[in-house]
């Protein structure tokens, strides 16, 4: 069975660790993950490449998170702390050689005492002994691109290890499909994650008001709504975006493709745009999985009911979906947990999103087939629980055999 998921990389992560701990081994999963992030520490260091380096870099945090949340290596908790752990140096990039990133990261994660002591010993004798299998791995591309530093005259100061770490490997092999896959042996990643394009994808959304808002970052976090979004495009910057070669054979062999749930417009409809996605996607005779929003995204699908939010993806997909995951499910919140949940910048003073019974009528007559359970988790109040998502995922994929 072939499953390829499409989303961005902050989330998804979440539940692709769920898919890893939950769907059988013969599912074959490919992962595409958006490539229009532009914010904070990202945006900077792809702002660098271009200035001082005449390169495009594609935003790495996505992927980074896709990665090691399917990571099947026995050092799978060491990478997922390597990964997030923020540099605190007061130096510039260019004052490292990947060696010493290694190394300075690497003693971050020996403080941790939440990790395994087994692998923290690991940690002590391969960074002792420069042994670590990221080494190992590097070493046979090039000898010298552990020694390499990466030319860019700004501070380490609040970017993330891993990060540079790619953008730095990137660069020296210019080679970012073998950058990929060198991430992909050394995670021992179970499936493949695939970037929509490595293309420039900065975006664009259209107001009903006429009114542009430029950036991912802006439409999904900073613009002020005064008018509903009619349209996403490609900035004039990246209309020549055209997808990642490796997506057309893993959605034309697809037996489904799931679409997953929150930012409709920045995570879901920025990789449909990607020039000849929607082509090869009507090519495609996978089914089509849609995980709804439990709630709806402030900004970007104010006011949306749930019809909106399929007509709205169909529209992008040039083809219907076959079936809906809906959650159905509305927690009891004490005083303090409504207003972390209103509060929270992808919710803002939102409710619970629910089906109607008109719309499930409407839906059976499209041959849309409802899936209607509790989905939610418990922690974040309004997130998608990746245990009961996947089983959601098994229960289809065991209908289709």
């Known amino acids: 069975m072939k499953l390829v998921t499409i989303w961005w990389g902050n989330g998804q992560s979440n539940l692709l660790s769920g898919f890893f701990e939950f769907l059988p081994n013969e599912v074959e999963l490919a992962s595409i993950v958006s490539m229009s992030d532009d914010g904070?520490?990202?945006?900077?260091?792809?702002?660098?490449?271009?200035?001082?380096?005449?390169?495009?870099?594609?935003?790495?945090?996505?992927?980074?998170?896709?990665?090691?949340?399917?990571?099947?290596?026995?050092?799978r908790e060491y990478f997922m702390k390597a990964f997030e752990t923020i540099f605190t140096i007061e130096k510039n990039i260019s004052d490292f050689t990947i060696l010493e990133l290694y190394r300075e990261i690497s003693k971050e994660v020996l403080k941790d005492n939440y990790l395994p002591r087994a692998i923290l010993d690991d940690v002590e004798f391969f960074t002792a002994k420069n042994k670590w299998p990221l080494a190992e791995y590097i070493a046979r591309?090039?000898?010298?691109?552990?020694?390499?530093?990466?030319?860019?005259?700004?501070?380490?100061?609040?970017?993330?290890?891993?990060?540079?770490?790619?953008?730095?490997?990137?660069?020296?092999?210019?080679?970012?499909?073998?950058?990929?896959?060198?991430m992909h042996k050394l995670l021992e990643v179970k499936w493949r994650i695939l970037p929509v394009t490595i293309n420039r994808a900065l975006i664009k959304a259209k107001?009903?008001?006429?009114?542009?808002?430029?950036?991912?970052?802006?439409?999904?976090?900073?613009?002020?709504?005064?008018?509903?979004?009619s349209d996403l495009e490609l900035m004039d910057c990246s209309k020549s975006a055209s997808y990642n070669e490796a997506l057309k054979e893993a959605i034309l062999t697809a037996d489904f493709i799931m679409i997953?749930?929150?930012?409709?417009?920045?995570?879901?409809?920025?990789?449909?745009?990607?020039?000849?996605?929607?082509?090869?996607?009507?090519?495609?005779?996978?089914?089509?999985?849609?995980?709804?929003?439990?709630?709806?995204?402030?900004?970007?699908?104010?006011?949306?009911?749930?019809?909106?939010?399929?007509?709205?993806l169909e529209q992008f997909l040039w083809k219907n979906i076959d079936y809906l995951i809906a959650n159905n499910k509305k927690l009891n919140l004490t005083w303090s947990e409504l207003e972390r949940f209103k509060n929270d910048i992808s919710v803002k003073w939102w409710d619970y999103l629910y089906i109607t019974d008109e719309e499930i009528e409407d839906f059976e007559k499209r041959w849309i087939k409802v899936v209607e359970r509790d989905f939610l988790d418990k922690v974040s109040l309004y997130k998608h629980n990746k245990k009961k998502i996947s089983k959601a995922t098994n229960d289809i994929l065991r209908w289709s055999v």
């Open 40 to 75: 904070r520490t990202t945006w900077e260091l792809m702002r660098k490449f271009a200035e001082h380096l005449w390169q495009h870099l594609p935003p790495p945090g996505d992927l980074r998170k896709c990665l090691y949340s399917t990571s099947g290596s026995y050092y």
């Open 141 to 182: 591309k090039n000898k010298n691109v552990l020694d390499y530093k990466l030319p860019l005259d700004s501070p380490i100061k609040w970017h993330k290890f891993w990060n540079i770490l790619m953008a730095s490997i990137y660069h020296n092999l210019w080679d970012y499909n073998e950058m990929l896959y060198g």
């Open 207 to 229: 107001l009903e008001n006429g009114k542009v808002i430029e950036t991912q970052d802006r439409i999904s976090n900073v613009a002020d709504y005064n008018s509903a979004i």
């Open 260 to 312: 997953w749930p929150w930012d409709l417009y920045t995570s879901i409809i920025s990789n449909l745009i990607i020039w000849w996605v929607w082509e090869i996607l009507k090519k495609s005779n996978a089914e089509i999985i849609y995980v709804l929003n439990s709630t709806n995204k402030w900004g970007e699908t104010d006011w949306y009911n749930v019809s909106d939010f399929v007509n709205r």
